[in-house]
């Protein structure tokens, strides 16, 4: 059974500072996202890595995935408030070897805060 | 706005009673996800469907539950006799998938609708 966890859950950050949440997982996958939840919202996608080594950045926000290791990052570089949220990473299970069926497996979520 | 939509977003209802929710999927989507968040936690995995043919339940489904997507387009999932532990946010999410692995689609997931149960 995939699991998925992520540490920290949570996280009170000051604003200007650099921080990673980290996204473990327990069986094969090659792809792996990452959303946004803003308190009584719906999710918003922020990254889709599909290989080992990818990293993409966006803003403030870069993410990275080694498959080897199972390991996701979400690294923050100088914190505004505006990122405060919860993030969630999920990994893709395949159920359709040979295909592209499956669904996402989430973590628990980072709730994130941050500080003036 | 052509984003996934879920209605209704708000429901209170009476343990015992049932209730349905629908979710239209972003247009030409061809993958339909339903998943349940509860207070604090994430998203849990319920069903999918690709096209109409419904592929996955998971064991949290249980037979008070049913989901459809009937002609491939919009789907509803209904909650029979619900109890108070079916309190969530529900979930729908959709995406393109084209048959490879490696095209790796955004998921895009709807507003959520939110089922009180007293």
């Known amino acids: 059974e995939l699991k998925v966890e992520q540490n920290p859950l949570f996280l009170s950050m000051q604003e200007g500072k650099n921080y990673t949440i980290y996204c473990n997982y327990s069986t094969t996958s090659d792809r792996l996202y990452w959303y946004r939840q803003d308190p009584g919202k719906s999710l918003e996608s922020l990254f889709v890595l599909l290989s080992n080594g990818a990293v993409k950045q966006e803003g403030r926000l870069m993410a990275s995935l080694d498959t080897k290791a199972r390991l996701s990052t979400l690294h923050i570089t100088a914190a505004v408030h505006d990122l405060s949220a919860t993030y969630f990473c999920a990994v893709y299970r395949l159920v359709n070897y040979g295909g592209s069926q499956g669904n996402l497996i989430f973590g628990k979520g980072t709730k994130l805060s941050v500080k003036p | 706005d052509t984003g996934v939509s879920q209605n209704p977003r708000h429901k209170i209802t009476k343990r015992g009673q049932n209730v349905t929710f629908r979710c239209d999927p972003i247009s030409e989507h061809n993958r339909l996800y339903w998943y349940r968040q509860t207070l604090g936690q994430g998203p849990e995995f319920l069903t999918y469907f690709q096209n109409e043919a419904q592929l996955e339940k998971s064991r949290l489904l249980s037979d008070r539950f049913s989901a459809e997507r009937p002609k491939g387009s919009f789907s509803t999932l209904e909650i029979q006799r619900t109890e108070q532990g079916d309190s969530a946010m529900y979930l729908c999410?959709?995406?393109?998938?084209?048959?490879?692995?490696?095209?790796?689609?955004?998921?895009?997931f709807g507003e959520g609708s939110w089922l009180t149960v007293v």
């Open positions: 999410a959709s995406s393109l998938g084209v048959g490879s692995y490696s095209s790796g689609n955004t998921i895009y």
